[in-house]
């Protein structure tokens, strides 16, 4: 039977361990809500405070060459990359999700003239489903946002199909698409691919090159730990780069932007998919949590996020029976991201009650208790004391106070 000094044995062992001190983290709080916002990175208050003081207070606008921040967007770019499978310059940071999602999705449009559906899931996270629905609104030419269900998706590709656009992991509840599986599904029907990484990168292994995708995006905030608000990524394989054309063409995204030129002409390879100045105070906090990275060993993130997972289902499945919790991740840790939610009829007053005893997940409508291990800095006790928490607040009724029924603006 595991208990709370056999997880404290294996965080003893643990090969990731000495990477929980890479992070600040407040020590009365059992964080497990960095698939929502990745706690703050401990080099970069320092670093950014060189940023701030040295090369914006002293260099001013000469930093933009001696300190290399017209470089920023490809250089952090490019320490995303061996996180999701791709190669130097096939990924560039910059703009937000949604907006690299509509850049993507209306290239892909382009390079499959006479096709008009975008092919989702119904659970697709919302953002995705409404930038979607804008750009067919957009465009107004008899296009189509068509829905279906995970299990019947390669039969809803058909010669109609310009572009599949999902979410690796799903937002809610975890479950993981087989990516290279899909991909080729997508292809043999002559469509593009799609991912977005935002509740993958940094978390599960992803390969874009050995899937062979076309496209993807994701979020620098989550897993990459990036800061509230950090830039997002994009992904164009290299084999479309010369013949993808993305709407938004603005200056940086051009040839020659300091030319000045009346017209525009795209930058080759990735810097064509940029567009107006990067935010450089967020895109130099994001590149500094990146550096954690450098030496990171994925497949032992993997295989302790597989474990976390695992024993956070086992533990609470054991001590909260008959509580009124259900799980809705996948079981099988294959199909499962680097998260576990679980239904409660009252997740969110259960969430709140959680909350105000250090353990600091998330809730998501209408019922869901979300939780994120993030393999870099939880450890097993963390995963123990989760469990033990959230049994003693449904043994005791705790979440069953008013005050922790009142929504906040974010929950």
Known sequence: MTDRETCIAQDRTDPLAGLRDAFRLPGDVTYLDGNSLGPLP??????LADVVQRQWGDGLIRSWNDAGWIDAPRRVGDKIAPLIGAGPGEVAAADSTSV?????????LRLRPGRRVILSEPENFPTDLYIMQGLIELLDRDFELRRAEPDRLADAMD??????????????TGRMHDMAAVTAAAHDAGALMLWDLA?????????????????????????LNGGPGAPAFLYVSRALQDEFHQPLSGWLGHISPFAFESDYRPADGIGRNLCGTPPILSMLALDCAL???RDVDLAAVRNKSVALTDLFIELVERD???????????????????QVSFRHSDGYAVMQALIAQGVIGDFRAPNLLRFGFAPLYIRYVDVWDAAAALSDILRNRAWDDPAYKQRAAVT
């Open 42 to 47: 401990a080099d970069l208050p320092e670093r």
């Open 100 to 108: 690299n999602l509509f850049k993507l999705l209306a290239g892909a």
């Open 159 to 172: 010669d109609d199909v310009a572009v599949v656009a999902l979410t690796h992991v799903n937002y809610k």
């Open 199 to 223: 509740h993958s990168a940094g978390a599960v292994p992803v390969d874009l090159a050995a899937a062979q995708a076309d496209l993807a995006v994701g979020c620098g905030y989550k897993y």
């Open 291 to 293: 550096d954690i990275w």
């Open 320 to 338: 909260c029976a008959g509580m009124g919790l259900e799980l809705a991740s996948p079981r099988d840790a294959a199909m499962r991201g680097s």
